[in-house]
């Protein structure tokens, strides 16, 4: 195999596993269930069960300088007739207030799903 075609590959398998992660990442922070002993761990409180929607996900996802396709974001989706109890004041307030916590769960989570991609990129490369 080429180099240029085993870097690519390398690269495509490391922009899954981040947004593998960050989508999870919105889910556990949907539930506040998330992995690594959950958002209590790490002294956040939860968001409001059954919150967010996909725009709304889009939206926090973009706070955390990430880009993720409405595409993939569409697990959130809700039906046309629900009726959302959290306003955007209150997700931008949520967001500022555990921000320097978020930041760090968020980078840990994507972290955890690159090691996890590139150990298995590198068995599948090295044939174990």
């Known amino acids: ?15 899954s596993a981040k947004t593998a992660a960050m ?3 919105l889910k556990a922070l949907e539930t506040g269930e998330g992995d690594y002993g959950g958002f209590g761990s790490f002294n956040i409180k939860k968001v409001r069960l ?3 929607n996909s725009y ?20 959130f ?3 046309t007739n629900y009726v959302y109890r959290l306003t955007y004041a209150d997700i931008d307030a949520y967001l500022k207030e555990y921000d320097k916590e978020l930041r760090f ?3 840990f989570y994507i972290q955890s799903y690159v090691n996890d991609a590139l150990t298995e990129f590198d068995k599948i490369t090295n044939n174990d």
């Open 1 to 15: 195999m080429s180099s240029r075609s085993e870097n690519m590959r390398k690269v495509n398998a490391v922009r």
């Open 50 to 52: 059954v919150e967010l």
């Open 23 to 25: 989508i999870d990442f």
């Open 56 to 75: 709304r996900a889009m939206k926090i996802a973009a706070y955390f300088d990430k880009r993720i396709s409405k595409k993939h974001l569409s697990i």
């Open 77 to 79: 989706s809700k039906d």
């Open 105 to 107: 769960y968020c980078r």
